[in-house]
Every structure is written in structure tokens, then in C-alpha cells.
């Protein structure tokens, strides 16, 4: 358990569908990610927000679409995917960037299978 | 890009062995942590290691950082079968704008 839960674990989703991934943290952490895991590449950053506030879109596709109400909790809503977005989807937080406690801490993922 | 890039990509060695993964890196750096995955699983931080540190140590792990090189390894020593995971170095580069960028990982084996 590593304070950072996210639901649900695996999706199986049409090109049509509209689904959402959802992320929660107990840390009392302000930074909340979303990072994107496909075989035999790197982890990419997708999103980052501080404080509620998105402050990196790493040229992500506009069919993702995160929300972050609040500090603990965090969305991906999900429209129109391709297959090749089948991948694990990880959320993460941390405390704030730039302020010496930047461990990172992850979910354990949502697989997501586009069909 | 300050991305780290691990090497091997991949390792199998004996347990009970002891397995050394390295870790390059481009630009100049804050700190440098060390990451665990087991397969499908989230990632787990293992131990960070500032840029003013050479080594550090954390029970069977032992980490070095050599910034004059921009490189770092991570040795684990006594291999065990639950061992068995991806393991990644995370850069935090020293612009204000900079992110923590991963590395591809080493998927490291252990056989029994």
C-alpha cells in the first residue's frame, strides 16, 4: 500500500466509449501526475498539477482530458482512444516540485485495453 | 533532456549473485533516485542519492554517483528471486522547469 490508489485496476474500453481513471492519495501531498507506460518504452509524463493547477501538458492527445478537484484526488477521462493507447496508466504524487522532498510516489496502475 | 538511460536493459544472474545496474545521464543534476517495478505493478522509490553524495546505502542496495561522469550504479548485493523486477534511475535536473525524467529501466532476472 503506498498511499496512492487508483480504480480501476483494468478497463477494457471501445473506440467509441467515454471512461475515466480516477486516483486518490492520502499523503497530504500538493502534486499529482499522470504518467503513461507502454512496452519497451520509457515511462512518459503526461500531466502534472500543483496545488490543483495543471502545470505540464506533455503534448498529450486532447482525447485525454485529466480533472483535479482537489489535492487528493485525480482523474483521466477518456474519449475516443485509439488502440495503440492500450498501456498501464500510473498516478502519482509527491510533494510540490523544487521543494527537496521530490520521491515520487505511484499507484499500482490502471491497464487500459482499447479494442 | 536530462533523461536517464539504464544499462543493461536487461540481466539474469544467479541468486545469491550480486547484480550492478548503471545509470547515464545528460545535464547537470539535483539528485538521482533508483526505482523498483515488479511486473504490471506501480513503481516503488528505493533510495535517492543527492549530487554532493557519492554512495549510499540502504540494506542489500548499495548506490554510487559519479557526477563528473554523469553516471550512477546500483548494486545489489546477495540476489534473492523476489529481486526480480524492472528497476529505473530518476533524474531531477537542476533547471527550475526541469521534471523528473526516468530512465527505460534494466529488467533484472534472478534465476533460482
Known amino acids: 500500500e503506498t498511499g496512492v490508489t487508483q480504480t480501476p485496476r483494468h478497463l477494457v474500453m471501445g473506440m467509441t466509449n467515454k471512461k475515466s481513471l480516477k486516483c486518490e492519495q492520502h499523503?497530504?501531498?500538493?502534486?499529482m501526475y499522470w504518467y503513461k507506460q507502454s512496452a519497451k518504452k520509457p515511462l512518459e509524463l503526461m500531466f502534472v498539477?500543483?496545488?490543483?493547477?495543471?502545470?505540464e501538458n506533455n503534448s498529450v492527445p486532447s482525447r485525454f482530458s485529466p480533472e483535479c478537484p482537489n489535492s487528493s484526488h485525480l482523474f483521466l477521462h477518456l474519449h475516443t482512444l485509439q488502440p495503440e493507447d492500450s498501456a498501464l496508466y500510473l498516478c502519482?504524487?509527491?510533494?510540490?516540485?523544487?521543494?527537496?522532498?521530490?520521491?515520487?510516489?505511484f499507484g499500482e496502475g490502471s491497464w487500459l485495453t482499447v479494442v | 533532456s536530462q533523461q536517464g538511460e539504464e544499462d543493461p536493459q536487461a540481466l539474469s544472474i544467479q541468486e545469491g549473485e550480486n547484480a550492478t545496474m548503471n545509470c547515464s545521464y545528460k545535464?547537470?543534476?539535483?539528485?538521482l533516485q533508483w526505482y523498483r517495478q515488479n511486473s504490471g505493478r506501480g513503481l516503488v522509490h528505493l533510495i535517492l542519492?543527492?549530487?554532493?553524495?557519492r554512495e549510499k546505502h540502504s540494506g542489500r542496495l548499495r548506490v554510487t554517483l559519479d557526477t563528473s561522469k554523469k553516471s550512477s550504479s546500483l548494486l545489489i548485493t546477495a540476489s534473492r528471486a523476489a529481486d526480480t523486477a524492472s528497476y529505473f534511475c530518476?533524474?531531477?535536473?537542476?533547471?527550475?522547469?526541469?521534471?523528473?525524467?526516468f530512465g527505460k529501466g534494466t529488467r533484472l532476472h534472478i534465476l533460482p
Open positions: 502519482a504524487s509527491s510533494h510540490p516540485p523544487r521543494t527537496g522532498e521530490n520521491t515520487i510516489y
Open positions: 499523503l497530504g501531498h500538493n502534486a
Open positions: 498539477y500543483n496545488f490543483k493547477e495543471q502545470t
Open positions: 545535464t547537470s543534476i539535483n539528485n
Open positions: 542519492i543527492r549530487s554532493n553524495e
Open positions: 530518476a533524474t531531477d535536473g537542476l533547471l527550475r522547469d526541469d521534471k523528473i525524467i
